[in-house]
């Protein structure tokens, strides 16, 4: 693909981006029922956190509210791709206009992303709200580290697309977004520690945290912004002469989860697409 295929690419995913942002904002009141939902969220998590723990309990020296409070804000990424690219492609499978979506001349990659970019637009003043929301229920409010967490989080959004692509195309053949979604999210905020320390959860359950490709990216986003050493790696490794820190290494493994998610999702989505449009189902539902 050579730089005016790029740009030409760009420029139609900000057109449809655009194009979708300005269908959500047509119903306010779905955007306020958004905040109200968010709030009930932290106040349910929060209070549930607080009847566990003690005022003197700290995780690394931090509060159970801080881990909460940023597993949340990483969480509500997550679970934008799971709706927006899986369960945005399905709505349109219902509704009969993914067939006609691919046969228009744009990349089959650009519509699932500009459902994304929509979604991750009108999310901005909901992410700010969240801290806020936190605090007010809790006290607690902790970010360090600002520029390093705003690049893990823009690295973790990119693993996110790579699995939201290996996830649009199981969605096409599956046809069970929202049950297959509600499943994804419960595992994660049980094993992926969304809610609270990893190291709260028992040695058994940890083991099944270790294998979930996400709790690496809630670990050390968590980590980078909160001041401390991650959870899910103990003990450093010397590399090539170097000596990476607990930090360091779920960094490169972090970094390395993104590149392989993001090949494996492009190809796979590529291939799904062809085998429906051979088969002739991308309009069944």
Known sequence: ?????????????????????????????????????????????????????SPETTFSGASPALFALWGFVIYVFISDVLWSIGGGLRYDQVTGILEQNFLSPVSEYIY????LFRIYVRDIPLILFIPVAFWFFTGEFIARNILLSIYILIISIIGFIGFGYVYAAAIIHMKRSAMVTNIVQFLLMVFGAVFYPFSALPSQTLVISKVILFSYYIDIFRASIIGINPELIERGIYLLGFKLSPFDLELVIVHLLTIIMLVIGLKTYKYSIKLAKKKGTLHTF
């Open 1 to 53: 693909m050579g730089i005016k295929e790029i740009i030409e690419d760009t420029v139609t995913l900000l057109k449809m981006s655009k194009y979708l942002l300005k269908i959500s904002l047509r119903y306010p009141l779905n955007f306020i029922a958004d905040f109200i939902e968010l709030s009930l969220w932290v106040a349910i998590f929060t209070t549930a956190m607080l009847l566990f723990s």
């Open 112 to 115: 699932p992303l500009a459902r």
